[in-house]
């Protein structure tokens, strides 16, 4: 596995509903000889425990050693003291991990648990958040995100989707939840994981939270699939044509229902948001600025590549909730066809509204 070029120490938050499969997933993980060293918070062990794995406790700390080298500290409190902790135990040359796993509970936002990384400067300088990574019951989901908004908000915040428990449901069933994730996120790959075989690639390293990484390895971002905001479009190519490795799906996240699946009025849906003209900096700035302010706890993610005036290379931006980084990508070439595209994904967003205010932003 690729290591971070610095020393921060690479974080992956492991986030689903109850019993979508988090602790067969993270069993899996630390039972692999993959060679990493993997430092695990979990907010409480659940009643599957890890015991017959563990080799040394300390209870003063909650420290458990697993044999293959992995570690796990379970905290009830708070999160920043627990990686300060980690933190300070690994430069103290007391603990050797390369990378955390944080297991929420099952009822958790993992917006808080993400907002963690970019709040508090300590823990920003000492670690960097690399992916959320969901877990979806495939027998239970439909019903769950109709009856939970937290679990929304999981697939919100996802990097990466697992359905999990897929082989309790037939392919009409798995076909319908696919669309239903895909209009609340279209962001995120979808995979299908069975009791918790899921290669490590597709978990560590996604690089979710870096600005330019995905963006600059996945040229088709957002590919346009259809120019209309408001119809029932038909996709460009089948799902499993997309690369869900590395890829993203091009899936507009209008409000719109597939007219052969059941529809969902999810208070967390997504939307895409195109031009082919450049922007105007100050407006744009003003702009998000305003955005933010008014409705930033209601933004889970966002992300975007720009065609910015009197700049000649691409701008690339995301955020979670108030909090957005931008930063300039890689030069427009004579070849390429300069346009913007951006993703909002958030609880009863006022699309039109951001639409229309991005569109005056144009220069």
């Keep these: 596995m690729a290591s971070t070029a610095n020393s921060m120490i690479p974080v992956t938050i492991l986030t689903g509903f109850l019993g979508s499969g988090k602790t067969t997933l993270l069993k899996r993980i630390l039972g692999e000889q993959h060679g990493l060293k993997i430092a695990v918070i979990e907010n409480e062990f659940g009643a599957e425990n890890i ?3 563990i080799l040394v406790q300390d209870s003063n700390e909650q420290i458990v050693q697993m044999s293959n080298g992995c570690i796990c ?6 999160l920043v003291r627990a990686l300060g902790d980690l933190a300070a135990q690994r430069t103290q040359g007391k ?7 944080i297991e929420t509970t099952g009822l958790a936002n993992p917006g808080p648990v993400a907002q963690t990384f970019f709040i508090d400067d300590q823990v920003a300088s000492d670690f960097l958040l690399d992916a959320v990574i969901t877990l979806v019951d495939a ?3 439909n019903q769950q995100l109709d009856e939970h908004e937290v679990v929304q908000r999981q697939v919100g915040f996802a990097d990466r989707l697992f359905v999990t428990k897929s082989d309790l449901v037939d392919g009409g069933a798995l076909e319908g939840l696919r669309h239903r994730l895909l209009h609340m996120n279209p962001r995120a790959p979808i995979s299908t994981v069975n009791f918790g075989e899921a290669d490590i690639k597709q978990i560590f390293d996604l690089k979710g939270f870096n600005l330019n990484a995905k963006l600059e390895i996945d040229p088709d971002f ?10 029932d479009h038909a996709h460009d190519h089948d799902h499993a044509d997309c690369d869900h490795d590395h890829g993203q799906c091009a899936h507009e996240g209008h ?14 849906k997504s939307f895409v948001f195109r031009s082919d003209r450049p922007f105007d900096a100050k407006k744009l700035e003003d702009f998000l600025g305003g955005v933010l302010q008014i409705y930033g706890e209601r933004l889970l993610r966002y992300k975007g590549v720009l065609y910015m005036k009197g700049i000649d290379r691409r701008v690339v931006f995301q955020g979670v909730h108030q909090m957005m980084g931008s930063d300039l990508a890689s030069r427009w070439m004579p070849a390429d066809k300069k346009n913007s595209k951006m993703v909002f994904i958030g609880v009863d967003l006022p699309q039109d509204l951001i639409i229309d205010g991005l569109t005056a932003c144009l220069a």
């Excluded at 603990?95 to 796993?101: A, I, K, P």
């Excluded at 957002?222 to 119809?231: N, Q, R, S, Y």
């Design 95 to 101: 603990l050797d991990f390369d990378r955390v796993v």
């Design 51 to 53: 015991d017959n794995e």
């Design 139 to 141: 027998k239970h989901a």
């Design 222 to 231: 957002l590919a346009e699939d259809a120019h209309d905001h408001d119809h």
């Design 73 to 78: 500290c379970t905290i009830r409190g708070d």
């Design 255 to 268: 409000d719109h229902a597939h007219h052969h699946h059941a529809h969902h009025d999810d208070r967390i």
